[in-house]
């Protein structure tokens, strides 16, 4: 509901929804925004504050989009004006101060974080600031006094940890920096930045073995080889120089708003995400982990052309290069550029044979490509590159007995899929395709019914293990079973073609036939395959015949 504040008093009822209206461009912004299309936001946000310049709402909301989009000085002009109307906005007051900071103007700066300090999350921000500014100042011992700080939060005082052993070390205090790196080492040991900035701690403090032993004890316990990692570790065993993640207080300062940012995003909130890892990036420009958290990101929010832009930030002498070009070849695909990608990681190919993750990449996008020759030979690549395999490699033979069942080889899908349950027995992807596999195959009909149910308990609301569970009834000839289930798959997943098509095959088995016939032409409103086309066709002129019910029936 829109409050009268935001009606603007030269708008009348005729003119109030044009888009050069206030409220049109309002709502153009807001649904633009919605999308996560900053860019457009922020040019109907930008019009709507022509219209209404005092109006606090939008004047924030057009502060954060411009924070989002990477606009510096648009964003530092509305943080000034957000902070004459509300002299403590958070994100208005730590900009100004990161800002203030960057130029070197220490004095402004703590001034902003302190005005910063409101909630928790404001306040963790506002007390590491000061204590870079400290740090900055030489002033090692109040920035550590301000760290000790007790909260009754356990991620504030992990936070207030990671950023002592930080500045520590920075400053050359090696017994406090132990002390903070191990004791945080022993909570969060599968935590890449921190393992990275630990083992370069040790390893710079003549203890490589032990930082051998921390990295190698990550690689074990990860399903991702993490190439900042994977360079550490050869860094430290041939003694080539190693560039430390935070080398000056801006890097240090910039960690912050990296680790927020990146935890952020991994949990979905985007415009959170964008903000905290563009304020790291303001901080420090060349920074290539946040580019490719930003590109990543945005790839899932599928604004792919912005993804790209940040993947070219990604310099090839970085370590996460490789990666960003696995990502931008995703992104590329997800854009309908398949065989620019495909070209893309072919041509990387031959200089990285031993790259488990690139030939992975590979292989999903022959599958999404229907490529299924070319992916199963891809997936048997990166097989041949594990030294073992372990539970989270299941997903390498499940990629892999697609690929197969496309082709129509059987018996060596089966073989992938069941090995891919011994390794993780409760992937449910796995155990709906083998059993859908086995239900549409007519075989092992309660053996599938079993893995199927336990699919779907994992998963109670994805329309497509549903529909298994439905349709593996209906071949058991359970109709009565079957239709409350494909009914809900349905409802799940209105927008499937075959799984409206079972829906219609269970109404024709239990006598409801207009609803059948209706299902079926709600098939081909849905652009479903041809063969399912011709199947469709076939039932509208003459229903399920006598045939197919002895088929079912096997």
């Known amino acids: 509901m829109l409050s009268g504040g935001f009606l603007s008093a030269r708008s009348d009822d005729n003119d109030l929804m044009q888009p050069n209206s206030f409220l049109g461009s309002y709502l153009a912004g807001r649904y633009a925004s919605s999308k996560h299309d900053t860019e457009q936001a922020k040019r109907y946000m ?19 989009l411009e924070l989002m989009g990477g606009d510096w000085n648009v964003s530092r002009d509305l943080a000034d004006r957000l902070i004459t109307i509300e ?17 070197g103007n220490h004095k402004g700066a703590h001034a902003h974080f302190i005005a910063s300090n409101e909630g928790p999350l404001a306040g963790l921000i506002s007390k590491i600031a000061q204590a ?3 740090s900055d100042q030489k002033q090692y011992d109040k920035a550590m006094k301000l760290l000790n700080e007790k909260s009754d939060k356990d991620w504030v005082r992990d936070y207030q940890q990671y950023h002592r052993a930080l500045i520590a070390d920075l400053n050359g205090k090696t017994k406090d920096a132990n002390k903070a790196y191990s004791r945080l080492y022993r909570k969060y040991h599968q935590m890449v930045r921190l393992v990275g900035s630990y083992s370069q701690f040790l390893a710079k403090n003549g203890q490589e073995e032990k930082a051998v032993e921390v990295l190698t004890s990550h690689f074990k316990k990860s399903r991702y080889r993490h190439p900042d990692l994977d360079q550490l570790l ?9 560039v430390p993640y935070v080398s000056n207080s801006k890097e240090g300062l910039s960690e912050i708003f990296f680790s927020l940012g990146d935890r952020r995003a991994e949990n979905g909130g985007i415009d959170d995400g964008l903000i905290f890892l563009q304020m790291a990036r303001f901080l420090r420009p060349e920074f290539a982990a946040a580019d490719y958290s930003l590109a990543n990101l ?9 993804s790209l832009v940040f993947l070219n930030n990604v310099k090839p002498t970085t370590p996460i290069w490789l990666d960003a070009q696995i990502l931008k070849a995703q992104t590329l695909s ?10 893309l990681l072919g041509a990387l190919a031959p200089q990285n044979e031993n790259d488990i993750d690139l030939f992975n990449a590979l292989a999903k996008l022959n599958l999404d490509d229907k490529k299924y020759a070319e992916s199963s030979l891809n997936y048997s690549k990166a097989l041949s590159l594990l030294p073992h395999k372990e539970p989270k490699d299941w997903f390498y033979f499940y990629g892999r007995g697609i690929s197969y069942e496309r082709q129509k080889m059987w018996d060596k899908a089966e073989l992938d899929f069941k090995e891919a349950l011994r390794l993780s027995p409760n992937q449910p992807e796995v155990l709906n395709y083998l059993g859908y596999s086995w239900v549409d195959q007519n075989l092992h009909l309660q053996q599938a019914l ?6 779907v308990k994992l998963k109670p609301n994805s329309g497509y293990y549903v529909d298994s569970l439905g349709w593996a009834y209906y071949r058991l000839g359970k109709y009565k079973d079957a239709v409350g289930l494909l009914e809900k798959a349905v ?13 219609g095959d269970v109404y024709w088995r239990v006598g409801r036939h207009n609803e059948a016939r209706y299902q079926w032409k709600q098939v081909l409103s849905l652009e479903p395959e041809k063969d399912l086309i011709m199947q469709i066709n076939q039932k509208m002129t003459s229903g399920l015949t006598d045939k197919e019910q002895a088929k079912v029936s096997q």
């Open 46 to 64: 930008r019009r709507a504050l022509d219209y209404e310049p005092g109006n606090r709402r939008i004047l924030e909301q057009a502060f954060l």
């Open 87 to 103: 002299p403590s906005h958070p994100f208005a007051r730590l900009f100004r101060g990161i800002d203030e900071f960057h130029d």
């Open 132 to 134: 870079w500014i400290l």
């Open 234 to 242: 050869t860094q430290i065993k041939t003694k080539t120089t190693i």
């Open 298 to 306: 945005l790839y899932r929010a599928r604004k792919f052309d912005r």
């Open 334 to 343: 997800a854009k309908g550029a398949s065989d620019t990608a495909l070209e």
């Open 450 to 455: 079993t893995l199927i149910r336990k699919a």
């Open 491 to 503: 409802s799940l997943q209105p927008d499937d073609p075959v799984i409206n098509d079972h829906l």
